[in-house]
T-cell receptor, first 114, second 111 residues
Framework: EAQVTQNPRYLITVTGKKLTVTCSQN?????MSWYRQDPGLGLRQIYY???????DKGDVPEGYKVSRKEKRNFPLILESPSPNQTSLYFC?????????????FGPGTRLTVL | DQQVKQNSPSLSVQEGRISILNCDYT??????FLWYKKYPAEGPTFLIS?????DKNEDGRFTVFLNKSAKHLSLHIVPSQPGDSAVYFC??????????FGQGTELSVKP
């Protein structure tokens, strides 16, 4: 089954404790992206990657890091989480062979930073 | 500055009637528009799209209309079904660039 998976689905942590949210896709997509969803703000892009070893900032990259060492994986790293990073996070992927904008989303990771 | 706006946070319609979800944008460079649907505890899923060279695109019960002069697009669902109850996000992009999403509209279709 073609899918984007994220882990964990739920996470409660404390300020300053480094965490990683994993994202993996099995569709051989070149393009991957991370979004956060907050009430009244919709989905905002954090980082994206056009291909392996190619990453770039989205609209709200502060406090986040990413890496793209393999085509299928695109982890999101919070080196020192803060309460304002409490949010619902989505990973997405797509292929330029399709319409780049028709992205496939993962199920989401709900993060709470205390 | 919100380039894509969905000014109605929620909408309630009766089963069988038409649902109309609206979206406004400010960037005249946007040339591709999409609607995504999101159920609770799931990620958004692509629903329908339209290129700026068209003013209408239809897929079954779903039709998207684009009014470029007004920088406005709308999603029509006819007839509405209870299973359509979800949050709908409008999104736009310019020349294959990143997607800019609206805030979302929560649609509730009542039996």
């Amino acid at each position: 089954e073609a899918q984007v998976t994220q882990n964990p689905r739920y996470l409660i942590t404390v300020t300053g404790k480094k965490l990683t949210v994993t994202c993996s896709q099995n569709m051989n997509h070149e393009y991957m992206s991370w979004y956060r969803q907050d009430p009244g703000l919709g989905l905002r892009q954090i980082y994206y990657s056009m291909n392996v070893e190619v990453t770039d900032k989205g609209d709200v990259p502060e406090g986040y890091k990413v890496s793209r060492k393999e085509k299928r994986n695109f982890p999101l790293i919070l080196e020192s989480p803060s309460p304002n990073q409490t949010s619902l996070y989505f990973c997405a992927s797509s292929s330029p062979g399709l319409a780049l904008d028709e992205q496939f989303f993962g199920p989401g990771t709900r993060l709470t930073v205390l | 500055d919100q380039q894509v706006k969905q000014n109605s946070p929620s909408l309630s319609v009766q089963e069988g009637r038409i649902s109309i979800l609206n979206c406004d944008y400010t960037n005249s460079m946007f040339d591709y528009f999409l609607w995504y649907k999101k159920y609770p505890a799931e990620g958004p899923t692509f629903l329908i799209s339209i290129s700026s060279i068209k003013d209408k695109n239809e897929d079954g019960r779903f039709t998207v209309f684009l009014n470029k002069s007004a920088k406005h697009l709308s999603l029509h669902i006819v007839p509405s079904q209870p299973g359509d109850s979800a949050v709908y996000f409008c999104a736009a992009s310019a020349q294959g660039g990143k997607l800019i999403f609206g805030q979302g509209t929560e649609l509730s279709v009542k039996p």
